[in-house]
């Protein structure tokens, strides 16, 4: 029965397909947050810190 092997085939490639396309939905939304607090970050900066990047990487690590 080479109909049903490759029917049984297709349905696992279909969903293999789907639960990598909600894996990839999730990095993205990660990235997207993360992409979005970076910029605050870097919004919030002001030349008179004493230590910039320090406050903005504690600042990421907090939110995260």
Known sequence: MPQIDAVH???HEVK???RLAGQ???ILSL???YKTDAVLACR???PSDSM???RAVEALLKSA
């Open 16 to 18: 293999q397909t789907i």
């Open 9 to 11: 085939q297709l349905h």
């Open 24 to 26: 990839l939905w999730k």
């Open 44 to 46: 919030s900066y002001k």
């Open 31 to 33: 990235g997207r947050k």
């Open 52 to 54: 910039p990047t320090r």
